[in-house]
């Protein structure tokens, strides 16, 4: 996919290694020259130096042919008109917003524009880690409607020892992956859980708790 | 014509003028701005309110009542944050009327198609800078 990334510093520069690490290629725009100098030292990616919300600079960086544009800069009305620009002026098929200010999440949704907190999904992370210290891994996911999550079946579990198909889980609930041991598989009806499996289970969010009752046998 | 409810985001030369002007023309007036020694520019028969904050951070829109707002005008020295706060005035709390101040007459076009208000202080200059050139030439031209 072909990716423009609008920010600076540090983040930015983990940001864009991590998707040139997945084998997309990048373009990032950055404001301050310095920047610009290190991760064109130190990146695989094109780099323009600008302010990403100019219409021409977004041009110049190719956005008349990228599949997703990603602002965040430390301001959020910069990654609002960035993101507007994107869309509208420059037909990008996805543009994502990083908000600083959390209440910003669902007022730029309310103006068409994708949002992310970082503040919002690390907290709901480590809410959720917390409450359950067998649950890894929760991943929100369909705009927080879905939860994808790791479980560690141990003994206390109720389900070690029943066949998939007879573990009753809601409705809106899916084991999806077994990982026993260094082996990882996609369990079938007639596999046994045992003790020590950690299962990925897709679920709805309003499911969450019940789901996760009904392995582990504890509530949070 | 009756009292407005004004929101006035940004104290700076335009704002504290803006401000004063509506206050004394008796509307209600709360504005805003990041920094507290901008109040300064306000006129003492200002009678409005004061918000010192982030006006991108919808808490302090809330703070300053913005619900209740007839009018809301976007004049911070840049672009992004005015056209941001007149389009979150506008779409998310609902305010009838927002204008915004654009300096870029480039991103003016953009937000004329949003349909905000806006004033492009560069653009005004430049008509009037045009005609003053305009007027001079047809003088000159007089002279001759």
Redesign the interface.
Known sequence: MKVILVGSGRTLYFLGQTFVAQGHSITIIDRDSDDCLKLARNLKATIVQGDA????ILEEAGARGADIVLAATE????N??IC??AQ??FGVPRAVALVN?P??QN?FR??GVDAISTSLTVASLIEQRAAFDQVMNVIPASEGRVMISEVALDERSPVVGLRLADVQLPEDALIAVLNRGSETLIPRGHTVLESGDRVLVVMLTRSREATLFKLTGQSS | MSSLYVIVVGCGRLGAHLANLLSRAEHRVVVIDRSEAAFAGLSEAFSGFRVEGDA????VLKQAKIERADLLIAATQ????N???A??AR??FGVPHVMARVY?P??EQ?YR?LGLSTVCPTLLAGEAFLELVHEAMSQGGAEE
Do not use: Q, T, Y
């Open positions: 919300s100019e219409p021409s301001s959020d009305p910069d609002l008109i507007h620009m509208s002026r200010d209440d910003n007022i309310k103006l | 991108a951070e919808p808490g840049r672009d992004n944050v056209l941001m706060v389009l979150v779409e998310a870029d480039a991103r953009v198609e």
